[in-house]
């Protein structure tokens, strides 16, 4: 509330102060600082709550399961339906809709100033198998009551803004994750992308138009972009554990996946003597457990983890001739990443000459982090102060779209606190309270970019 009798203040101030001037003819000393306080005061803006809920709450009973969380995977007949009720609550606020090539969904709201860059602004709607129903469409809801409320407000922009809701963000069913943001991007080949079939067979571009989804607008940006901004669950505890509002993201992980396999010898696990095995297995698993220990010699962001692993013959009565297992390592920092990944491998040779295994590597994907532009963090960061939310700083863990953003356009995110961290799972869950003030956040801050122009007080 102190912004509020702050803003009072100056109003009365001010008031005095131009009647004064009128008055009297008068320089009035301090003038321009108070015609700033003014417009910092003109641009705090606030959702309508009870909408914003409603509005969420509507979204995820398309594909809804019976425990709360969300099946709603990408070109479903349940990504149809969202998308179909996206399309008309875009069409409802008058925006222009387009749809790309590989169904991507934009809607734009012009601008005052023909010269002006657009600001997009979006996530997903797509979800994990049984999964939550905040991660991805709390983004784009909010988005939504951002044009909602502008529109409501009779507030113009000087720049244009665009919403989006980007095709497979999740990759469950297509791979890769980020998929329709990448490709958009330039990162991805669009005919490879097509080419992909799920665990069905079914191929992604035919199931895209069999949803009437397949536009015909270039994946690309069609224009240049003022930039971008997303609101995302945090999926991770930190803003929670710190007692916080909402995050400023500054960045995202870099990582690096990669696999190694052990060639020992296959044999009978009884009459073999222990001195003549070599049990792939046996290094496989040192070499796990130190992917486990490598993080806390390394870092307190950093994360490692082997997802995957195949035993061969994988039978309880012979010796395991050969093993395949994974490494995933992530770190704010690239040199981190590179020093984990160097450390496996040196395990890796060790584990190999005490067991007396032939082996070899592949690293599957490296992928530097990314750093968020210094203009878009800090207009996050005024929103909250504007708003007067506690919040803190803080790198996302995972891939976003924002990720394939940042490679066209000065990118930043705003994360909503995750109240137990987890995601990917039905028992996903963030309070009304932290998505309204993380949709607050991303409508003050996406005004910040857009450059309001005018409105009455
Ligand atoms: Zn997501």
């Not at 398309?62 to 709360?68: K, V």
């Not at 003022?226 to 916080?244: K, S, T, V």
């Not at 009978?268 to 796990?288: K, Q």
Request: with cysteine; aromatic share 10%; proline share 3%.
């Amino acid at each position: 509330m102190g912004y509020a009798y702050l803003v009072l203040g100056i109003q009365i101030v001010q008031y005095i102060l131009f009647e004064l001037k009128l008055a009297f003819y008068i320089d009035i000393p301090g003038e321009d600082l108070i015609m700033f306080m003014w417009a910092l005061r003109v641009m705090v803006v606030t959702l309508d709550q009870d909408r914003f809920i409603e509005t969420m709450e509507e979204q995820a009973k398309i594909g809804a399961t019976e425990n709360g969380g969300l099946h709603r995977l990408t070109l479903s007949n349940e990504d149809k339906e969202i998308r179909d009720w996206f399309y008309d609550q875009m069409e409802a606020e008058g925006l222009d809709i387009r749809i790309d090539e590989f169904g991507n969904m934009f809607g734009r709201r012009d601008g005052e100033d023909p010269d002006k860059e657009t600001v997009l602004i979006g996530s997903h709607l797509d979800s994990q198998p049984y999964g939550g129903i905040y991660d991805g469409a709390l983004g784009v809801i909010s988005a939504l009551e951002f044009i909602r409320m502008l529109n409501d407000e009779e507030i113009t922009t000087e720049h244009p803004i665009e919403i989006v809701n980007w095709t497979n963000e999740e990759g469950s069913r297509y791979q890769p994750a980020m998929q329709g943001s990448g490709v958009w991007a330039g990162t991805h080949d669009i005919e490879d992308e097509y080419k992909k079939t799920d665990e069905d067979g079914v191929r992604f571009e035919d199931e895209l138009e069999r949803i009437g989804y397949k536009g015909d607008v270039p994946a690309a940006p069609t224009e240049d972009y003022e930039g971008y901004l997303e609101l995302h669950i945090e999926q991770g505890p930190y803003l929670a554990e710190a007692n916080m509002d909402v995050g400023i993201v500054t960045g995202i992980v870099g990582f690096s996946w990669g696999a190694i396999t052990y060639y020992g010898d296959a044999d009978h696990t009884g009459p073999t003597p222990m001195r003549y095995r070599s049990d792939a297995l046996v290094g496989a698993a040192d070499v796990i457990s130190q992917i486990r220990r490598i993080p806390g010699m390394l870092g307190e962001r950093t994360v490692g983890s082997t997802g995957y692993m195949d035993v061969k013959p994988n039978s309880i009565n012979t010796i395991p001739g050969e093993v395949t297992f994974t490494w995933g390592f992530r770190d704010p920092d690239d040199d981190v990443v590179q020093e984990a990944f160097d450390r496996v491998l040196a395990e890796a040779q060790a584990a190999a000459e005490r067991e007396g295994l032939d082996w070899e590597w592949e690293e599957r994907m490296r992928a530097s982090s990314v750093d968020f532009a210094q203009e878009n963090i800090n207009a996050v960061a005024e929103a909250t102060d504007k708003l007067e939310y506690d919040a803190m700083k803080i790198f996302s863990g995972a891939g976003h779209d924002a990720t394939h953003a940042a490679d066209v356009m000065d990118t930043s995110m705003v994360f909503a606190v995750s109240e137990n961290g987890k995601s990917h799972t039905e028992e996903e869950f963030t309070s009304w309270e932290h998505c309204y003030k993380a949709a607050n956040t991303l409508a003050n801050a996406g005004l910040e970019l857009a450059g309001e122009t005018e409105r009455e007080a």
